[in-house]
């Protein structure tokens, strides 16, 4: 009968000690996940880099002008940059050269194998470059890339994306066309307004991998249950050859572009969508997905038209059924900051990256790219619509399963310690 009471006795204390810590550890996680992710970049010079490692003297080479690009994004050969003259620099992708390059660009798919560069040698010379053109909520949870852990602990010097933030400004290569447009003014905004016929055109296959491509097919149906003439097209609408087999001049007549992104609110993320399927084919676009802000920032003025600007899809829709010469003043009457916009656009990511490659007077390193890359707001890398912070999610889910173990156990023991029994806190 003691040894039952201690047994007894025991059990609590344990269940008791046991709940305790698991509580503390609980917070813990959450704090260092919530710090994790809200704690700022840091960045130090590339001297103090911590895999900066023995150089060899053929690397000391001032003249080095190859660009390396360590291999295709997702090692598909049409993916990627173009090889030969840039600028003053040349672009390869023979890691032959790599003892010749100034600068090594890697796509943020090509740390996954085991043939890289710092296991031979790295010279405090030579610009690791880490490149993205795709959306954090892509890579988070298509791609289920959570962190870039090969990138981190100052490995990279340089980040080169489409964000303005970016060491090196690598705007989507369509933007390119703005200066072209402006070099031809009216002539450019006359051939096409004679032409528009039809209202709006959407060409789609990402339907609902994540969160923004759901949110914009179901602003899409809106405009079209509200009677704008959209014509749709893509894998989502199982109409893609229908797509193919339009005419340039069928597609010459619409009027909008719904330059939809998969993702919101991403900074600065505006690709082909705006650029190319829109601008570059003489169609206004109707933007959905960054920040009416951040659009004014790299958009040429009064370019566009935003979803933000309507409080519904039906308002939008009524004020879409007009259209002047008003969204393509642009051309031939730009302002200031447009035609800055248009020379700033011309240049390419690696076109920067070669003129600040040769100066190389910017030395830096990256404690974490992830901080930087997925330091956004929730609602661009959550894959929910609900904007549910995963930090906090996890948080609470525990703390629930952890409310239910304690019920579970009061009951197994048939004390109630949980809800205040006195007589778990003395001795029997």
């Known amino acids: 009968m003691r040894l039952h009471r201690m047994m007894k006795r025991f059990t609590k204390r344990t269940m008791f000690v046991l709940i305790t810590i698991c509580s503390v550890s609980i917070t813990l996680l959450y704090v260092k996940e919530r710090d994790n992710l809200s704690q700022p970049t840091q960045v130090k010079p590339l001297s103090q880099a911590s895999h900066t490692v023995k150089s060899l003297s053929r690397l000391r080479d001032s003249n080095r002008k190859y660009i390396l690009f360590w291999d295709h994004p997702w090692s598909v050969p049409t993916e990627g940059f173009s090889e030969g003259d840039i600028g003053g620099c040349k672009g390869t992708y023979n890691r032959s050269k790599l003892p010749e390059a100034g600068a090594v660009v890697f796509h943020y798919s090509n740390l996954d194998k085991e043939t890289m560069p710092w296991k031979h040698y790295r010279d405090p010379e030579q610009i690791f470059v880490f490149f993205s053109h795709e959306s954090p909520s892509y890579v988070i949870n298509v791609e289920h890339r959570q962190t870039l852990k090969k990138f981190e602990n100052h490995f990279i010097n340089w980040t080169m994306t489409y964000r303005t933030d970016s060491d090196v400004f690598a705007p989507y290569g369509q933007s390119q066309f703005v200066q072209k447009i402006l070099k031809e003014g009216k002539k450019w905004v006359d051939r096409h ?84 399927n829109a601008i570059a084919c003489g169609r206004v676009p109707v933007v959905w997905g960054p920040s009416k802000e951040d659009v004014e920032k790299l958009a040429p003025t009064g370019s566009f038209i935003h979803t933000d ?39 390419t990511g690696p076109k920067r990256l070669c003129r600040m490659m040769l100066s190389n007077n910017y030395k830096k390193s990256y404690h974490s790219v992830s901080k930087f890359y997925y330091d956004e707001d929730n609602a661009c890398t959550s894959r929910n619509s609900n904007h549910v912070s995963y930090p906090h999610f996890y948080f609470c889910i525990t703390l629930v399963l952890f409310l239910v173990l304690m019920v579970f156990l009061s009951t197994v023991f048939k004390s109630k310690f949980f809800f205040g029994n006195p007589g778990f806190w003395h001795r029997e």
């Open 309 to 347: 600007d309507f409080k519904t899809p039906a308002d939008l829709a009524k004020y879409l059924l007009y259209l002047g010469r008003k969204y393509f003043e642009w051309v031939h009457e730009p302002d200031k900051k447009t035609l800055v916009l248009g020379d700033v656009l011309e240049q």
């Open 193 to 276: 307004l004679e032409k528009k016929k039809k209202v709006a055109l959407w060409v789609v296959s990402n339907c609902d991998a994540v969160r923004g491509s759901k949110m914009r097919m179901k602003y899409s149906d809106t405009l079209v249950e509200t009677g704008l003439p959209v014509d749709r097209f893509g894998k989502c609408f199982n109409n893609k050859n229908d797509f193919n087999e339009l005419s340039a001049d069928d597609l010459d007549t619409y009027k909008f572009y719904l330059s939809f992104e998969n993702a919101q609110y991403c900074k600065d993320y505006m690709t082909e969508k705006f650029w190319h």
